[in-house]
């Protein structure tokens, strides 16, 4: 039988300051655990998608990728952002019959887009 991989097992990639970011993405997106950001996630759909090499989704030209979460209530995160002082983007050409985004930014200026998908 053929293997193949059934999940994400980790996302890793560079920080100025690891513990720092760590720590926002907890408190804030409730991403990572107390262990070394080891974090259980809900099962949902995950989109694995290449982009051309010019694109402009992800923001400024250098950022090779994006960090996009689903949430259930994108409303409620958003509040929740706002209240702790994080900005929030959103735009209506983003959201389609696949669901709702949003848009942050975390502390070392990486595009992290939030999902809510569609019921059904």
């Known amino acids: 039988m053929k293997q193949k ?6 996302i890793f990639f560079r ?6 970011l760590r720590e926002w993405y907890r408190e804030h997106l409730g991403v990572g655990g107390e262990c070394e950001g080891v974090w259980q ?6 989109v694995f998608a290449p982009f051309p090499a010019d694109t402009d989704y992800f923001g400024r030209d ?3 990728f994006m960090l996009n979460f ?3 209530d994108l409303d409620a995160m958003i509040a929740q952002l706002k209240a702790a002082g994080i900005e929030v ?25 939030l999902w809510e998908p569609a019921v059904g």
Do not use: C, H, L
Not at 5 to 10: C, S
Not at 41 to 46: A, D, F, L, M, P
């Open 5 to 10: 991989a059934n999940g994400i097992g980790g």
């Open 15 to 20: 920080a100025r300051d690891p513990q720092k």
């Open 41 to 46: 996630q809900e099962s949902g759909y995950t």
């Open 62 to 64: 250098t950022q090779q």
């Open 70 to 72: 689903r949430v259930n």
């Open 89 to 113: 983007e959103t735009r209506a050409e983003w959201d389609s019959e696949v669901g709702r985004f949003a848009r942050v930014v975390d502390p070392e200026g990486n595009p992290v887009e």
